[in-house]
């Protein structure tokens, strides 16, 4: 049998920090204070949006509020062991950043990464949940499905970090997400049979995660062939020796690599967290964060018109069939969101009429920002359940006229302007969490990326290569709103420098990162279904 941990722990690792300056403070205070910092922080930000909109949080409440985020910046944290680090990983093995200033110079620009992101990532994974979980997120069902979900994400990071594999903490998070909506769906009768897994929104990001690394692979090939071709200088295709820096302009390639992962990590895989942080806040505390009250007042009249515009092209289909009541609509709508069906004109009646009464509520108060707090749960759950099934009627693909389909397409704008959004402070405190996991576990990936990959040392021109393809895909990914693994596509790259060198590849570690990507889906579904069960059960 295959014994991962014996495999990792054959050399000694080759990188080794610099002598810490004594310092008065220990290193472990030094560690203690930005997390302390970062915490205060996010506890004065969810305090002051509380009392903008005049809801101050329940004690209770906010504390509950304090755990489950403690739970979801933990996830990132732990995401900074793996995935971070892979950023840092060829400009410390390389030797052309000292490991501190490496680790800070990524952390910036995962930051500023994180700030430029789209949230579309985030909402992606997100769509990923069951229906009814999403629409009662406040419920004990729905704290049950955050907690065993990040909980069981970060039980399996902390496992493969132990044993130095490069693990996708993506693979890990959709796996957890995955096993909660089995579990939702095995756990309910017949009779009150609940949606479990969108598999189509699965299959989606299925094919991101498993075709990535192959295009890191391929491309990262490639692009050694190309410089071999075109840089001829011998210093680019040199392994590090010593601990000596490479010349100063494979330093600057080598920086900018890991400057361009560093920024596409931080917009796709700090998202990833984001969305569910989002979840999170909006069960707790719907008030303050069920809707983005920072809309624009003068972006209102806009908003308006796209939902009547909404409204008339679902009456077009409706061919005069009614609704009873608003509640009868939105049962209806939910069941043909969960069945991802809407070709009935009763269907179309429906969404009409719950278009209508998103429109009318804003409307009755002048913005998103002035409807009470009331009613702002309910509010945003008829824009996911109308949003859900205009997605619905796109992946249709009806041919539908042009005026229609700009209509749907202005109607769906605004309801994700209005719904999908991520305030400043979620992005900061999760950049923080990452850089901060960076800090801590950057060692064990550095060592396999830079030497148990290949049978050689990676070059300075191989790390560039990797570094560069892994940047570019990512950054397209997150542009398209595709979870990818940083982990799988650094490491898929670095195996294609190796493979197009001709320096064959340990594949002692590859059978161990294969296991791991192989396993990390069947392992986490499991763990977080159990968690899921258990939870259920308490809460």
């Given amino acids: ?25 220990s290193p472990s205070l030094l560690f203690i204070i930005p997390i302390l910092l970062g915490l205060l922080y996010v506890g004065f930000c969810v305090h002051e949006d509380a009392l903008a909109i005049g809801q101050p949080i329940a004690v209770g409440a906010f504390l509950f509020l304090g755990l489950a985020l403690l739970i979801a910046f933990g ?8 995935d971070t680090a892979n950023a840092v990983a060829t400009v410390i093995y390389t030797h052309s950043m000292k490991p501190l200033t490496a680790v800070i110079w990524s952390g910036v620009f995962n930051f500023l990464g994180v700030l430029a992101s789209t949230g579309a990532v985030a909402y992606g994974i997100v769509l990923l949940l069951p229906v009814e979980l999403i629409l009662q997120v406040g419920t004990g069902a729905g704290y049950a499905m955050i907690f065993a979900l990040l909980i069981s994400a970060i039980i399996w990071n902390l496992g493969t970090w132990m044993l130095g594999i490069p693990n996708s903490s993506s693979h890990a998070l959709i796996g957890s997400i995955m096993g909660v909506g089995i579990a939702n769906q095995l756990m309910t ?34 692009l050694l062939f190309a410089m071999k071709l075109l840089i001829r200088n011998p210093k680019l295709y ?29 917009g796709n895989d700090g998202q990833k967290g984001m969305g569910l942080i989002m979840i999170i806040l909006i069960g707790v505390a719907p008030a303050t964060y069920a809707l983005n009250r920072a809309l624009p007042d003068a972006h209102q009249p806009a908003y308006i018109a796209t939902l009547q515009a ?5 009456a077009a289909h409706a061919n005069g069939a009614t609704v009873p009541t608003l509640d009868i609509a939105r049962s209806a709508v939910n069941a043909a969101v969960r069945a991802r069906k809407i070709d009935t004109p009763d269907l179309y009646a429906a969404l009409a009429m719950m278009t209508n009464r998103i429109e ?3 409307t009755a108060h002048g913005a998103i920002r002035n409807v009470p707090a009331a009613d702002m749960s309910q509010l945003r759950n008829d824009m996911y359940l109308v949003n859900g099934a205009v997605g619905i009627l796109k992946s249709a693909k009806t041919g539908a006229p042009e005026a229609e389909t700009k209509a749907i397409d202005g109607l769906q704008k605004t309801l994700n302007d209005m719904t999908r959004y991520i305030p400043d402070w979620v992005k900061v405190a999760t950049a923080l969490a990452l850089g901060l996991g960076t800090m801590v576990g950057w060692r064990r990936i550095v060592v396999t990326v830079g030497e148990k990959i290949g049978n050689s040392k990676m070059t300075y021109g191989q790390g ?25 596509i650094l490491s898929g790259g670095v195996a294609g420098t190796m493979t197009a060198n001709r320096s064959g590849l340990q594949w002692s570690t590859i ?4 296991m791991a990507w192989v396993l990390t889906l069947p392992a986490t579904i499991v763990i977080a279904g159990a968690l899921y069960f258990v939870l259920r059960q308490v809460l």
């Fill in 310 to 314: 909404g409204e008339a092209a679902f």
């Fill in 511 to 514: 059978r161990g990162i294969a």
């Fill in 75 to 82: 996830f990132e944290f732990v995401n900074g062991f793996h």
């Fill in 238 to 266: 040199e392994a590090p020796v010593g601990e000596a820096p490479p010349p100063l302009w494979i330093r600057a390639t080598l920086i900018a690599a890991c400057t361009g992962v560093s920024f596409a990590h931080g």
């Fill in 1 to 25: 049998m295959f014994d991962a941990s014996a495999e990792f722990r054959k050399s000694e690792p080759v990188v080794t920090p610099p002598e810490p300056r004594k310092s008065r403070l």
């Fill in 360 to 362: 009318t509520e804003i």
């Fill in 189 to 222: 009768s017949a009779v009150n049979a609940t949606s479990g897994i969108d598999w189509t929104q699965a299959a989606k990001i299925g094919k991101a995660l498993i075709f990535s690394p192959l295009i890191g692979f391929v491309a990262a090939g490639l």
């Fill in 464 to 488: 560039a290569a990797a570094g560069i393809v892994a940047a570019v895909t990512i950054f397209a990914a997150e542009r398209l709103g595709l979870p990818v693994s940083t982990t799988h």
